[in-house]
C-alpha cells in the first residue's frame, strides 16, 4: 500500500515538472511586446490568478514587464535631459535676444536725437525710412523673444509635467515590485511546506 502512494506521489511530482516546464517555455504574449506599460499591467492584472490576496505571476513575464519599465524610465530621463538642455538654450536665446533688444533701443533713442537725414555707410537715408526699418527689426526680435519665451513656458511645463508622471511611475513600479516579491515569498513557502507535507507522510 505505502509502494503504491509514493509510487502515485512520484508521478503527481513528475507530472507537475513537466507542467511546470512548459509553462517557463511558453513565448511571451505580444501584449507584454507592443503595448504601453498600462497596457501591459491591465493585461497582467486581467490574465493572472488571485490566491489568498496574491497575485501569481510567471517569472518570464514579470522579467519582461520589469525591463520594460525600466527602459520607459530610462526614456523618460532621456526626454527629461533633451528639455533641460532645450530650456537651457531657450534661457540663452532669450537673454541674448533681450540685451539686443536693449540695444536696439538704445540706438533707436539715439537717433531719434538726431537730424532728419542720418548718414548710413557714406549714404544720407531719410529719418523716415530708417526709422521704418529700425522698427522692423525690432519688431521681428520682439516675434522671435516672443516666440522663444512661449516655447521655453511649453517645453517648462512639459518638463515638470513628465517630471510628475515618471516620480508617478516610479511608484506605481515600486508598489507593484514589493506585491510581486510578497506573492512570490508566498508562493515558495507555500511549496515548501507543501514538501514538508509530501516528505512527512
Request: aromatic share 6%.
Amino acid at each position: 500500500m505505502n509502494n503504491l502512494r509514493n509510487r502515485i506521489i512520484i508521478l503527481m511530482a513528475a507530472m507537475l515538472l513537466v507542467i511546470m516546464k512548459v509553462n517557463s517555455q511558453t513565448a511571451l504574449p505580444e501584449e507584454l511586446t507592443n503595448n504601453s506599460i498600462d497596457e501591459q499591467i491591465n493585461y497582467l492584472e486581467n490574465r493572472t490568478r488571485i490566491y489568498e490576496n496574491y497575485r501569481a505571476i510567471r517569472e518570464d513575464m514579470f522579467q519582461k514587464i520589469n525591463r520594460n519599465i525600466r527602459d520607459t524610465i530610462a526614456a523618460d530621463k532621456n526626454k527629461i535631459n533633451e528639455l533641460n538642455d532645450l530650456t537651457s538654450a531657450l534661457r540663452a536665446t532669450y537673454d541674448s535676444l533681450n540685451i539686443i533688444l536693449e540695444t536696439t533701443t538704445s540706438n533707436l533713442n539715439e537717433m531719434t536725437a538726431t537730424k532728419n537725414s542720418i548718414k548710413v555707410l557714406g549714404m544720407e537715408v531719410n529719418k523716415v525710412t530708417y526709422n521704418t526699418i529700425l522698427w522692423t527689426i525690432i519688431l521681428v526680435l520682439v516675434a522671435l523673444l516672443s516666440a522663444g519665451f512661449l516655447v521655453f513656458k511649453r517645453n517648462l511645463f512639459t518638463t515638470i509635467r513628465t517630471g510628475k508622471e515618471l516620480q508617478e511611475l516610479k511608484e506605481e513600479f515600486e508598489d507593484y515590485r514589493q506585491s510581486t516579491r510578497i506573492a512570490r515569498e508566498k508562493m515558495q513557502i507555500d511549496h515548501f511546506n507543501e514538501i514538508k507535507k509530501l516528505k512527512g507522510r
